[in-house]
Nanobody
Framework: EVQLVESGGGLVQPGGSLRLSCAAS????????IGWFRQAPGKEREGVSC????????YYADSVKGRFTISRDNAKNTVYLQMNSLKPEDTAVYYC?????????????WGQGTQVTVSS
């Protein structure tokens, strides 16, 4: 059974940083992709970033390019989202999700979410 567990959310001031983690279990190989999504109150869910666990190919939404960095540690089966220069508009519940085909396209598994609040 595939499971995804996010951690690392919290309250941070504008301009600050946070690192989110997504620990994955249940995959029999590295041929999958992990994406990060976020949803703010009253807004639609937004794709933030994605990484192919097998080859490290990454994708970013324009809204986070240059501020967020996605990475993976295959030995720990964990994907990270380093978020720098945070803005109040980054406030949302952040979810990680897995595409078992590895294409950052169809996500069949979702974590429970972690709250990120950017406020002074």
């Amino acid at each position: 059974e595939v499971q995804l567990v996010e951690s690392g959310g919290g309250l941070v001031q504008p301009g600050g940083s946070l690192r989110l983690s997504c620990a994955a279990s249940g995959f029999i190989s590295d041929d999958y992709a992990i994406g990060w999504f976020r949803q703010a109150p009253g807004k639609e869910r937004e794709g933030v970033s994605c990484i192919s666990v097998s080859d490290g190919t990454t994708y970013y939404a324009d809204s986070v390019k240059g501020r967020f960095t996605i990475s993976r540690d295959n030995a720990k089966n964990t994907v990270y989202l380093q978020m720098n220069s945070l803005k109040p508009e980054d406030t949302a519940v952040y979810y990680c999700a897995a595409d078992p085909m590895g294409y950052c396209h169809e996500y069949n598994y979702w974590g429970q979410g972690t709250q990120v609040t950017v406020s002074s």
